[in-house]
């Protein structure tokens, strides 16, 4: 009779397990969009793909950044700058990406002036980026109230993933950067080559001037704007 | 009685007494069994073994039976490296019978012993010795080997010459003095010193062995310089813990360092410490830049840019390394390769950069790369797969002309118009031209006989044909080097070779058989452009040369470990010499495949094709 509950016991113990792993680990479920405003999620999607694209490609054309910091050189961060380090850590670009995002976004939809069938409302975009292995995941709350013909609906959640191999490229500076320390007015030329040979990147550096370089990381794995992706920073050595 | 001795007496008398008297005033010394004879006007003191010869006076010594003699001695008074000596004529000889310590000049030619060495001078050398070490100003240019007398110690020798008009050493003249050691010489005083082809700064007066070998030497006891210019084989090391000294090479060096400014600097330093150190320059076959190899730390300086080795690691600097030489700054580089070994604290030997080669242009630039034939470097700019880069192929740096390319490659570049000539004239285009022939394999280069620059060619951006005895391809071309778009771009230039390797049938004439007859042909249609008639070969090659893992996986779908035409038809183009070995490495290993021969001949022969 015990062992009779025991048994029972464990079943249920495994089903509670299987159905909470199922819920856990299924797909999302795609969003039920009412097909009369099915346009509208789709030009939004659309330049919440753009935008996340523009933001991530910015953020390396900067160094991440959506507004380059004052010590930066054409646009570029210094990461180190005459002995001292200002490299930016992965939760200030998350921020920097959802600044960006949250600023451009708009720019794209244009206050949906393409859409004049629709009477859009909109509220705050709010943007949530997290960078991860798998590239760089963009969640956005960017309320809309839409009325079309007596009707009303309301769109808020978008979300996208960059294929950007962001994380890694972080990692890959990190070790750059803790090399700097082994000769503080000069680069480990070794170092560099063997840690994008270990990230399977490519890293060019460009004399700017008598004191800058400035270092592109190519990440070929990824795609950012059906591009490689370049993320770039700069080191100024005093002489 | 005196008065009355007859006059001859008294005569035989005074004769015996001075005779006597200078008897009694010269002398016999023995010391430690050797012996040593002195007249009366050299003063001998018996506390401190030691001659004065101020009232001038003669000394005879004896080794090995054979008599060396110290006569007509003035007094030394000279400066030389620093050091003043104002000393009268002295011979002090130590416990062992052997001289010690010696201020003389000579005022005859004859052999003199000094210490356990006996040297050879000529009259008016002024020496200065003391324990083993001795400065000597002679009045020529050159200096016989001293011989030892028995297997003891040896003496270290600085020689000048009067008036510092310089000794001789091989061919070349050493001012400043040059130092004589157990059959090696060395320089130390001189703060900077041209000698050959190069100039020495030693601001440490490190000790510095010079020899003509050309090559690592561990037993020197300081830093060395060792050259050989009929070889062209330059080495400076360190075998003591301090620096060797910097070494700046001139124009006209023999070691194949070619400066096309006279702007242009170069300079070395080997870093010595307890695992000895050296840095070697070795001129390499004609049209090939000078090898660099470097064994521990090292410091380099190209036009004011720094590389330094520091504990095994490479370090770059923005700004002068090695500075004894002025400021020096140009726009081009000394195109070289480095390759080294470091030891690293627990005394194993390992390669500084790994299996790689580090190669500098003549464009100041430097990168790493397994192969350096072709280091890449970096993109095209929007084609990420394609490459420029550094080479140590002379012409690729210094030679970017026509005629450069044709005598490398041996391909004749033929202008069909003004906008050929002026995109040939453009020595940007000829480097972009050599990066396009390194994409590809030597053979495929080989079957290529002349290229052709059109404004407009009959077909839109190239074609490729057999023109009875020769193969040639026709590009269009503007101005500019571009890598995309509608002119010479890398796919284009890839198609068009690719009709050459279908023309030339490959590496055994066959390659059309084995494309076609296994039904490879219809099952890899990379592009609407392949469905016409002669073009799948050549879209092929030209779109996945370069394409991304991605895009090849695109192209090819994901199923390559079933689909076996696929992986043989890959396998097919670089049997025939369609891709390098090192870019079907990259296709294959980016879908997980195999790429070793014996696989690549496994791929084939799962179509049905053969390789034995």
Request: with cysteine; proline share 3%.
């Amino acid at each position: 009779m015990k062992a009779q509950v025991s048994i029972f016991i464990i079943i249920a113990v495994v089903l509670v397990f299987g159905l909470a792993l199922f819920f856990l680990l299924r797909p999302p479920l795609e969003k039920n969009i009412s097909p009369e405003v099915k346009e509208i999620h789709d030009f939004v999607q659309g330049c919440v793909a753009t935008t996340a694209e523009d933001a991530v490609y910015q953020i390396g054309e900067t160094g991440g950044y959506f507004y380059s910091p004052n010590l930066s050189v054409e646009n570029i961060a210094y990461y180190y700058y005459e002995e001292q380090f200002f490299v930016p850590t992965k939760e200030i670009i998350e921020d920097e990406i959802e600044k960006y995002i949250d600023t451009m976004l708009y720019f794209c939809t244009e206050n949906f002036a393409s859409l004049p069938q629709y009477e859009i409302g909109q509220e705050k975009i709010e943007t949530k980026a997290v960078i991860d292995d798998d590239g760089v995941f963009i969640e956005i709350i960017y309320p809309l109230s839409i009325r079309k013909e007596e009707q009303t609906f309301s769109l808020e959640e978008f979300s996208y993933i960059v294929d950007a191999r962001l994380e890694e490229i972080l990692l890959l500076i990190n070790e750059i950067e803790e090399s700097q320390k082994l000769d503080t007015k000069g680069w480990c030329i070794n170092c560099i080559s063997n840690a994008a040979e270990e990230h399977d990147m490519y890293i060019h550096m460009k004399d700017y001037d008598e004191e800058t370089i400035l270092f592109y990381v190519i990440d070929e794995q990824s795609r950012v704007k059906e591009d490689a992706y370049v993320y770039k920073f700069a080191h100024r050595y005093e002489n | 009685m005196y008065t009355n001795l007859p006059t001859v007496m008294k005569i035989n008398f005074i004769f015996m007494f001075v005779l006597f008297i200078g008897i009694i005033s010269a002398a016999t010394i023995e010391i430690n069994k050797i012996k040593i004879d002195h007249d009366d006007k050299v003063n001998y003191n018996k506390q401190t073994n030691s001659f004065d010869f101020s009232q001038g006076g003669s000394l005879n010594v004896v080794y090995n039976g054979n008599k060396y003699s110290y006569s007509d001695l003035s007094s030394v008074d000279f400066k030389q490296g620093g050091a003043t000596i104002t000393k009268n004529p002295q011979i002090v000889f130590g416990s062992d019978g052997k001289i010690k310590e010696a201020y003389f000049t000579t005022g005859k030619d004859g052999n003199y012993a000094l210490g356990n060495e006996i040297l050879q001078l000529p009259s008016g050398t002024k020496v200065a010795y003391k324990d083993g070490k001795a400065i000597i100003q002679i009045p020529g240019k050159t200096f016989t080997p001293p011989k030892q007398i028995d297997r003891g110690n040896v003496n270290s020798y600085m020689f000048y010459s009067h008036n510092d008009q310089g000794i001789q050493l091989g061919e070349y003249l050493i001012k400043g003095g040059l130092g004589y050691e157990k059959g090696n010489y060395f320089i130390q005083d001189q703060t900077s010193l041209a000698l050959a082809d190069f100039v020495i700064a030693n601001p440490n007066h490190v000790k510095t062995y010079i020899d003509f070998e050309g090559r690592q030497n561990y037993a020197y006891q300081g830093a060395y310089i060792s050259f050989d210019k009929s070889r062209g084989v330059f080495v400076l090391g360190s075998n003591v813990n301090a620096p060797s000294p910097s070494v700046m090479f001139t124009k006209d060096n023999t070691y194949g360092l070619k400066f096309d400014s006279d702007k242009d600097y170069f300079a070395i330093r080997s870093s010595g410490g307890s695992s000895r150190s050296y840095f070697k320059i070795t001129k390499s076959a004609p049209g090939i830049v000078p090898e660099m190899e470097n064994f521990n730390d090292f410091w380099l300086d190209q036009n004011g840019r720094g590389f330094a080795s520091i504990d095994g690691n490479l370090i770059g600097y923005k700004s002068h390394l090695i500075k004894d030489f002025g400021e020096h700054s140009s726009s081009s580089s000394v195109a070289v390769t480095l390759s080294g070994l470091y030891r690293t604290r627990n005394s194993i030997v390992e390669r500084t950069i790994g299996n790689q080669v580090m190669g500098f242009s003549n464009f100041n630039e430097y990168a790493f790369g397994p192969n350096k034939r072709f280091i890449r470097l970096k993109h095209y700019k929007n084609h990420p797969a394609f490459f420029t880069g550094i080479s140590d192929v002379e012409s690729y740096n210094y030679d970017l002309t026509e005629k450069g390319f044709e005598r490398l490659t041996g391909i004749n570049l033929i202008a069909e118009d003004s906008s050929g000539t002026s995109y040939l004239n453009d020595p940007k285009n000829i480097r972009y031209l050599y990066d396009l022939v390194a994409s590809i394999p030597k053979q495929q280069k080989n079957m290529l006989d002349e290229m052709h620059f059109h404004s407009h060619t009959p077909w839109a951006y190239g074609f490729a044909q057999y023109s009875g005895d020769h193969f040639e391809v026709h590009f269009t071309v503007g101005q500019e080097a571009t890598a995309s778009g509608n002119r010479l771009s890398a796919e284009t230039w890839r198609h068009e070779m690719g009709h050459i390797v279908d023309f030339y049938g490959g590496r055994k004439g066959n390659f059309d058989k084995m494309w076609y007859n296994t039904g490879i042909d219809n099952k890899v249609i990379v592009s609407g452009y392949a469905h016409k008639n002669g073009e799948r070969i050549s879209e092929f090659i030209g779109h996945t040369a370069f394409a991304s893992d991605s895009e090849i996986k695109e192209l090819l779908g994901n199923n390559w470990h079933q689909d076996k035409i696929k992986r043989a038809a890959f396998a097919v183009a670089w049997y025939n010499y369609g891709f390098t070995d090192e870019r079907i490495s990259e296709i294959f290993s980016g879908v997980g495949l195999k790429y070793d021969r014996e696989s690549m001949y496994g791929y084939m022969m799962e179509v049905g094709i053969n390789i034995q």
